[in-house]
Nanobody, 123 residues
Framework: QVQLVESGGGLVQAGGSLRLSCVTS????????AGWFRQAPGKEREFVAA????????YSADSVKGRFTISRDNAKNTVYLQMNSLKPEDTAVYFCAGRIGSASIGANDYNYWGQGTQVTVSS
């Protein structure tokens, strides 16, 4: 059974940092490309960042470039999202997603999803 479990969300003041983690199981992790998406209340799910099966290819949304960094540790079957200089508009539920193959910025390309972790940034 494939599982993706996010952790690391919480409440932080604007300008602060959080690191999200996504532990995967049930998949050969080295075959998995991963992405982070987020969904704010009343809004559609949007792409945040993605990483290929190796660590050499990463993609980020313009809104988070220079502030968020996606990375992975294949030995721990884990994907991370380091979020710095957080803004109130970053408030959302953050989802980890996985797919076999190349990284993608499209949510519909991902087969596996976690339950999400809430990130709230106060002003």
């Amino acid at each position: 059974q494939v599982q993706l479990v996010e952790s690391g969300g919480g409440l932080v003041q604007a300008g602060g940092s959080l690191r999200l983690s996504c532990v995967t199981s049930g998949l050969r992790f080295s075959y998995v490309a991963a992405g982070w998406f987020r969904q704010a209340p009343g809004k559609e799910r949007e792409f945040v960042a993605a990483i290929g099966r190796s660590t050499g290819h990463t993609y980020s949304a313009d809104s988070v470039k220079g502030r968020f960094t996606i990375s992975r540790d294949n030995a721990k079957n884990t994907v991370y999202l380091q979020m710095n200089s957080l803004k109130p508009e970053d408030t959302a539920v953050y989802f980890c997603a996985g797919r076999i193959g190349s990284a993608s910025i499209g949510a519909n390309d991902y087969n596996y999803w976690g339950q999400g972790t809430q990130v709230t940034v106060s002003s």
